[in-house]
């Protein structure tokens, strides 16, 4: 069955920056569109950046030019590199692919942003 399992949340100053990242597995990775969502407490969950099977990028415009989306197919693994990160940026981080019609989830990832 299709799994994703996302790692690298934690707390950080204002500032700062993490690295987060996601490994696949029950599906064909190479072929799939990846992305990150995130949900702050009593928001709506936000799609930030995605990544294509050929490797085009999407940003939402609350990351664009501070987060970096990238693949690595031998690893399985997409990852979310996070700098100049806000208190805003403080939200439950989630991995996601859609596979025949079907919307995948990691159990997601916290991070918190202190000022």
């Known amino acids: 069955q299709v799994q994703l399992v996302e790692s690298g949340g934690g707390t950080v100053q204002s500032g700062g920056s993490l690295r987060l990242s996601c490994t696949a597995s029950?599906?064909?990775?190479?072929?799939?569109?990846m992305n990150w969502y995130r949900q702050a407490p009593g928001k709506a969950r936000e799609h930030i950046a995605g990544?294509?099977?050929?490797?085009?990028?999407y940003y939402s415009d609350s990351v664009k030019g501070r987060f970096t989306i990238s693949r690595d197919n031998a690893k399985n693994t997409v990852s979310l590199q996070m700098n100049s990160l806000k208190p805003e940026d403080t939200a439950v981080y989630y991995c996601?692919?859609?596979?025949?019609?079907?919307?995948?989830w990691g159990q997601g990832t916290q991070v918190t942003v202190s000022s």
């Open positions: 990544i294509t099977n050929v490797y085009d990028t």
């Open positions: 996601q692919t859609l596979i025949a019609t079907v919307h995948h």
């Open positions: 029950g599906f064909t990775f190479s072929r799939a569109a």
